[in-house]
Nanobody, 118 residues
Framework: QVQLEESGGGLVQAGDSLTLSCTAS????????MGWFRQAPGKERELVAQ????????YYADSTKGRFTISRDSAENTVYLQMNSLKPEDTAVYFC???????????WGQGTQVTVSS
């Protein structure tokens, strides 16, 4: 089991930037990928970005491509989500997640609120 602790959410204005962090502990040797998801009120949880732990390959949702950057610090077992040019529609609870070798998202953080005012 991997435990995840997120930080960095908050209230910002449209156009501002914000960085989320997520640190993993426990069975970190089993991490295949880490990702950020978000869930807005009344909407389904969606994948925002993910990074493969060994290769560093990244994937972004179309809605965040070019504005968000996911990165990792393998030594610290930490993944970051740098969010630039934030929009009100980016408002959501952001969750960090870990995928193991099966490729399924097995472990989740508690979520951190990001609110972007217009």
């Amino acid at each position: 089991q991997v435990q995840l602790e997120e930080s960095g959410g908050g209230l910002v204005q449209a156009g501002d930037s914000l960085t989320l962090s997520c640190t993993a502990s426990g069975r970190t040797f089993s991490i295949y990928a880490m990702g950020w998801f978000r869930q807005a009120p009344g909407k389904e949880r969606e994948l925002v970005a993910q990074i493969t732990w060994i290769t560093g390959n990244t994937y972004y949702a179309d809605s965040t491509k070019g504005r968000f950057t996911i990165s990792r610090d393998s030594a610290e077992n930490t993944v970051y989500l740098q969010m630039n040019s934030l929009k009100p529609e980016d408002t959501a609870v952001y969750f960090c997640a870990v995928a193991g070798n099966r490729g399924t998202w097995d472990s989740w953080g508690q979520g951190t609120q990001v609110t972007v005012s217009s």
